[in-house]
């Protein structure tokens, strides 16, 4: 088969969701393809359960990320499927990611647009720097993909990389997280394990249970009887082999994670059992080489250029050691730093532009920035950065004319109302 479209988005997580709404919203013929059999990406399969970087720091954070994720999170909310909390002077809000994805799958069919699963990239053929078409596999047969943009939301660059394009990697491992949820613990006794405190308990006793991280998290969702737990560091891979394996090193870290909860808090997590393994969480991997590197300055700065295109104050996160995690925050409870059109464009296409974690950026920005508040940003940005260009060159968008229309995702802020007295 061949498809034709306008639009092609390529990873069907927090960004490439928004790409693709955003992109058939504005009247553009667009094709998504996911390699999983569901739509969702680390959003939803990973069982992460926690949105950061949607909100400012300080005393009453508002909202920084509009456009179709208003949508979302107003379904949620009037499902009971959504809970803000306070964690490391923000809001973070924890979520149902069951019902997050039929939000996705009904917004993206009311869009019409044409949603392949379990759709594999195999290659990607360039002429004169554009991407012309991919090659992808199917268990029910093989496609040829054709479009005059591409968005490159896979997190791991698998368009540039297939096209033989430049990509970087990063030069220490960057560790992803087995996630799991838990049920059958103690609803009056939550206090005991909820937050980060857990953690100081599993840095004393981390060897004693087989386990190398030593910090991490619980957070209970009230109402639901479950708990996410992100307490484990396994390596991410890009050889198919080895990715097998860390993905069953995962598995058994959270098997050990669940041993440790029930011997040390007995009271609150003697019963708990594993309700389900996510997939595995991936932090970083591949990533363009885009126009321009988003420098660690220009975050512990926030440096607004002149091509923003998305904007969060979530700090520096680098699960850089398979110990802990580390982070950097910033002083002033007002800060904010910006990505920019440039490191979503790849330095050698003109029509290839990324959303999420495989932006271009040096690790220590991109531990800021792949969070899915400015994932959901950044996809809506590619989307509008390809309609603005007309099938000319990305590296040409009128920036004025960009942030004109993302200027509620660059200037506009709201306290919403499920954050009321949080």
Known sequence: MTLDAEVCV?????????????????????????AMPTIGGQLVGTLLGTICGLYSNGPRPYRVTFGAVDDMLNELHRAGAIHARRALDTIVLQYDEMLCGRWSERALSR?????????????ARVESRRVVELDVSTR???LAVRADGFVDASGDAAIAWHAGLPVREPHQPQWGTQMILLEGFAEDAIPDFDGFHVAEVLKNKKAEYGLSREDGFIFAFPGRG?????????????????ATRATLEGRD??????????????RSMGQVRIRAYGLPGI???RWFVGAHQLTIDEVRTGHRPADAVARCSWPVEAHDSAETVHWETFEDRNHMHYVPLRSLV???SDNLI???????????????????????AMGQAAAHALDISGGKSLHDVDSSRLANRLRDNLDGAKIDRWCDGV
């Not at 869009?111 to 290659?123: D, P, Q, W």
């Not at 870290?253 to 007995?266: G, I, M």
């Not at 990324?354 to 899915?372: F, H, P, Q």
């Open 226 to 242: 479950v708990a996410t737990v992100n307490m484990t560091h396994m390596p991410n891979p890009t050889e198919p082999i080895a």
């Open 111 to 123: 869009a019409n647009v044409n949603l392949v699963l379990g759709a594999v990239l195999r290659s």
């Open 354 to 376: 990324a959303a999420g974690r495989c932006i271009d950026g040096d690790v220590a920005a991109l531990a800021s920035v792949r969070v899915m508040g400015p994932c959901f």
């Open 346 to 348: 790849h330095r050698d």
């Open 253 to 266: 870290q959270a098997d050990k994670v669940l041993e440790f909860l029930r011997r040390e808090f007995p």
């Open 140 to 142: 029910w047969g093989d």
């Open 283 to 285: 932090r970083q991997t």
């Open 10 to 34: 390529v990873g069907g997580g927090a960004a490439g969701i928004m790409a693709a709404l955003t992109a058939a919203n504005l009247g553009r013929k667009t094709v998504l393809l996911d």
